[in-house]
């Protein structure tokens, strides 16, 4: 008769590693200054396409002869220096919340993918109360045409603060930010793990190549917009409207709901997705740059012990 071997004890979790809030902040700064320098084009083409009143535009391309016909080539980049300037708390914010979250989710670093997307909406979560206002600033830059009353950045900050205070100008259009950024994160972080364990699967017992984050990076960002495209367009329209939205009673949606209601009016369906073209054309490049450069900085960091 065999000996029955006794029960495996349940490992022990890792120990968190030290500073490891601090490495998340740096390498998601880093990466966060690569997704706007290598986006911020496509950008602004997605945003105006969503904002344009109807009829100024034919399609995507219109938008874009028109824009570097009537304003420069460099119009294309208006509106990049709120996010620049916001970037290092921004994305800083996000990683870190994401790593905590993770830790949240699970003591264990080997996360499923549905522990992962839930691990990022709760990093969406918290990230919208800085992605808000440097969302709102950088669409009204790019909401601006080439006019005589174009204004720079801290003369858009200051009119927002001048005429409408914290709330309703400063903090424009934080619930639908915070709406967006739970199912939106949960797809970026969740297309980009379940892309990258493929590859680590196929090039086993080799490390990934830089291709493959790439490529992961841009499903993930792909991801992204197809989980809350929608509600992007509803927070453009909101955060570059002339005057600040009706807070209606949250039983019934709020200004939420209103704007859907009014944009269904507008163009059906249909309206929904103006700009969803240039915003998955920009996905690849963008969010493939966003990881590659986490994922470099984040490793240099710990490679060199200089945390």
């Not at 028109?66 to 990049?80: C, D, F, I, Q, S």
């Not at 993918?113 to 979560?125: H, L, R």
């Not at 190549?209 to 197809?226: N, R």
């Not at 019934?252 to 309206?271: C, D, K, P, T, W």
Request: overall charge positive.
């Amino acid at each position: 008769m065999s000996e029955v071997s006794p029960l495996q004890p349940i490992p022990e979790p890792p120990a968190p590693r030290k500073n490891a809030n601090s490495i998340e902040l740096i390498a998601g700064s880093v990466g966060g200054a690569s997704q706007v320098l290598t986006g911020q084009p496509l950008d602004t083409l997605k945003t105006r396409a969503q904002t344009a009143p109807k009829g100024q535009f034919k399609n995507t391309l219109d938008i874009f002869t028109t824009t570097v016909r009537n304003e420069g080539l460099l119009a294309l980049y208006k509106g990049m220096l709120s996010p620049l300037l916001g970037i290092a708390a921004v994305n800083s914010l996000l990683f870190t919340a994401y790593g905590a979250s993770r830790r949240i989710v699970s003591p264990y670093p080997d996360l499923s993918i549905a522990q992962v997307a839930s691990a990022g909406a709760m990093a969406g979560a918290a990230n919208a109360v800085l992605a808000s206002p440097v969302e709102m600033f950088k669409i009204r830059m790019q909401g601006q045409y080439g006019g005589a009353g174009d204004k720079k950045l801290s003369g858009v900050v200051g009119d927002m603060w001048k005429q409408y205070g914290f709330k309703n100008g400063i903090m424009r259009g934080y619930w639908i930010t915070f709406v967006r950024e739970i199912p939106a994160y949960a797809g970026f972080y969740a297309g980009y793990e379940t892309s990258k364990r493929w590859f680590a699967k196929h090039y086993y017992p080799n490390p990934v190549p830089v291709w493959a984050t790439l490529t992961s990076g841009a499903l993930g960002g792909v991801s992204y917009w197809l989980a809350c495209y929608p509600l992007d367009v509803i927070k453009s329209r909101v955060q570059l409207s002339k005057t600040p939205p009706v807070q209606g009673h949250w039983l019934s949606g709020g200004y939420i709901n209103q704007e859907f209601r009014v944009i269904l009016q507008e163009g059906g369906v249909r309206a929904l997705y103006r700009g969803l073209t240039p915003s998955l054309l920009r996905a690849v490049p963008a969010a493939g740059a966003t990881f590659l450069a986490y994922e470099i900085a984040k490793e240099y960091i710990i490679d060199h012990n200089l945390l």
